[in-house]
């Protein structure tokens, strides 16, 4: 069973990919996280967890939804990280996660997708972003294959760089740097509401029409990607850039 998680649909493009070429099973994860449903999922085949890359971990919001609900059937879990560029030194914790879970670690796999962090960096334009996941097309095939057949996904060498980005610094990444403090919607926002319902940690609502952010953000850039009248700004960092969501 593919079970995914995303912000802003690269997660879902890898994970439908996956579960149509390995022929398995597709469950997003949304509505259960935004939900707090932690009721038993149950699969005969190996739980495969698809998930955008925060800070060179996989994100806590998806790691304490997995903590909590309890996983029956299949005991084998695989994990593929999206990301812009590297998933760090992931595995390492990902272990501890199975260890905590009575998971068999399967194996992780990196698929470098379109960056998607734009309170922090730049999102490519449409056709960039195409071309990124066309090369990513040839890995997902690979990850695949190696599922349908029951494979172990091979273990890539980490340096100390990204010993520190997975350690140290993703423990900073979550005081520091996420923080809804800097969302507001300008005078281009209708009040149609979709920032607050695609938000998975109930971090958005509606006040006198207009969305007010609460202290439950994870930075997984839904909403202001998703605002149809791009009328949401992250302090000065996000104007004049393009809004990302995954264009296949
Ligand atoms: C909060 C946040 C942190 C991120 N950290 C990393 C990172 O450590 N390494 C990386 O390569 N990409 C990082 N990215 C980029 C995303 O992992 C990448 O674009 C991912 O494919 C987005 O998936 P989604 O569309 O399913 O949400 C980060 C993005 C966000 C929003
Ligand atoms: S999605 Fe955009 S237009 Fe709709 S309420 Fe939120 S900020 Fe306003
Ligand atoms: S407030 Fe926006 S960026 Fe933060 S978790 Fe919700 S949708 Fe994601």
């Not at 998703?226 to 969501?245: D, L, M």
Request: aromatic content about 10%; glycine content about 6%; hydrophobic content about 35%.
């Amino acid at each position: 069973m593919v079970l995914y998680y995303t912000g802003t649909g690269n997660s879902e493009y890898v994970a439908k990919k996956i579960g149509e070429q390995a022929k398995d099973e597709v469950v997003n994860l949304f509505e259960k996280i935004k939900g707090h449903d932690y009721s038993e999922i149950h699969s005969t085949r190996p739980v495969v967890f698809v998930y955008p890359t925060y800070a060179w971990q996989m994100p806590r919001i998806l790691r304490d939804f997995i903590l909590r609900t309890s996983f029956t059937g299949s005991k084998c879990a695989y994990f593929i990280a999206t990301c812009g560029d590297s998933m760090g030194n992931m595995p390492k914790y990902l272990k501890q996660l199975c260890e905590q879970k009575k998971f068999t670690y399967m194996g992780c796999a990196e698929v470098v997708m379109p960056e998607n962090y734009i309170a922090v960096f730049n999102a490519p334009e449409r056709n960039q972003a195409v071309k990124i996941i066309r090369n990513a097309d040839i890995v997902i095939e690979n990850i695949a294959d190696v599922i349908k057949h029951n494979g172990t996904i091979p273990e890539k060498k980490v340096g100390a760089f990204a010993k520190a980005s997975s350690g140290i610094i993703n423990t900073l990444f979550y005081p520091l740097v996420v923080s809804a403090k800097k969302f507001y919607a300008t005078d281009a926002c209708i009040g149609c509401g979709k920032c607050v319902d695609v938000c998975p940690s109930n971090n958005v609502s509606l006040k006198d029409g207009k969305p007010v952010w609460g202290n439950q953000c994870t930075h997984c850039m839904a909403c202001i990607c998703k605002c149809p009248k791009e009328a949401i700004e992250y302090g000065n960092r996000s104007k004049g850039k393009p809004r990302y969501q995954c264009p296949l």
